[in-house]
């Protein structure tokens, strides 16, 4: 059964650096999501990703946040300059050809910024 | 503004007894769709189930059901003769149509005691 992966599984940067996160979807999914789960908290959205452009993003989702889809499979989520508050599980997931399907989440990256 | 609400943070029961999981939603929108996730102590978000507001049936699937009540805005999950392997956190989650962002509850931790 196809699933969604995420790489790295883990990842400890400094603060300040650049993360990149990143996911590929399940082949057949065509809107693309980020979310994120501070320890112990609640799942929350990030931003959502169609046909090559955000399609909504939230308030966490600064300038700091960029997404892209570079090659057609891996869907990334950079942050430019980390911040302690950015320590996070990182989920992606991916939905298929007609709107409000299931999303399918991937197994998460763990963030920490020291 | 769309909301989840799950009133309890922890659930301890011992193995074989079923225990039922509360969800409350809010939504102006007419048509939405309620989502059960499980999040087990590795990690990963597994869809467990999803009902759109029109499917007011109730489901079961092996040991796990579902009540679903637009008239309380509930949709109550129960885990019956429950096992060591069900610990795990419990999200309920809402999507309306006019968005494809998921709205999560903030989870009940549920803790199977042998």
């Known amino acids: 059964e196809p699933e969604v992966t995420q790489t790295p599984s883990h990842q400890v940067t400094q603060m300040g650096q650049e993360v990149i996160l990143r996911c590929v979807p399940i082949s057949n999914h065509l809107y693309f999501y980020w979310y994120r789960q501070i320890l112990g908290q609640k799942v929350e959205f990030l931003v959502s990703?169609?046909?090559?452009?955000?399609?909504?993003k939230s308030e966490i989702f600064d300038d700091q946040f960029s997404v892209e889809r570079p090659d057609g499979s891996n869907f990334t989520l950079k942050i430019r300059s980390t911040k302690l508050e950015d320590s996070a599980m990182y989920f992606c997931?991916?939905?298929?050809?007609?709107?409000?399907?299931?999303?399918?989440f991937g197994p998460g990256t763990r963030l920490l910024v020291l | 503004a769309q909301k989840v609400t799950q009133a309890q943070t922890e659930i301890s029961v011992v193995e074989k007894e079923d225990v039922t999981l509360d969800c409350v939603y809010e939504?102006?929108?007419?048509?939405?769709?309620l989502f059960w996730y499980k999040q087990p102590p590795s990690g990963e978000l597994v869809f467990l189930i999803r009902r759109n507001s029109f499917d007011e049936q109730n489901e079961i699937s092996g040991r796990y059901s579902w009540n679903f009540q637009k008239s309380t805005s509930s949709f109550n999950f129960t885990i019956t003769a429950s096992q060591v392997v069900d610990s795990a956190v419990y999200f309920c989650?809402?999507?309306?149509?006019?968005?494809?962002?998921?709205?999560f509850g903030k989870g009940t931790r549920l803790h199977i005691l042998p």
């Open positions: 939504t102006r929108d007419t048509t939405y769709y």
């Open positions: 997931a991916g939905q298929g050809l007609a709107a409000q399907e299931t999303q399918y």
């Open positions: 989650a809402l999507v309306v149509h006019r968005d494809d962002k998921i709205i």
């Open positions: 990703f169609y046909n090559n452009e955000i399609s909504e």
